[in-house]
């Protein structure tokens, strides 16, 4: 679009709905780690449930930032 010479609010609310669209896909992924894998870890306690947990957590808190 740039190449194009289009005009810069195109370009912009492109972006805007690739970002929604990719934290969309992100929140699917995320819903569906702590759906399988998180629930897995839980049910089988310890380390992996503790390194589970502290993973989401972290996926979660990165999500917040973008």
Partial sequence: MIDSD???????????ATTRALQAVALELLDDHISHC????VNQGGAEQ????AE?????????RS
């Fill in 38 to 41: 998180v629930a897995h870890a």
């Fill in 56 to 64: 989401a957590s972290a996926a979660i808190a990165r999500l917040v």
């Fill in 50 to 53: 503790e390194a589970k947990i």
């Fill in 6 to 16: 289009r005009y810069c609010i195109e370009v912009l609310d492109q972006i805007s």
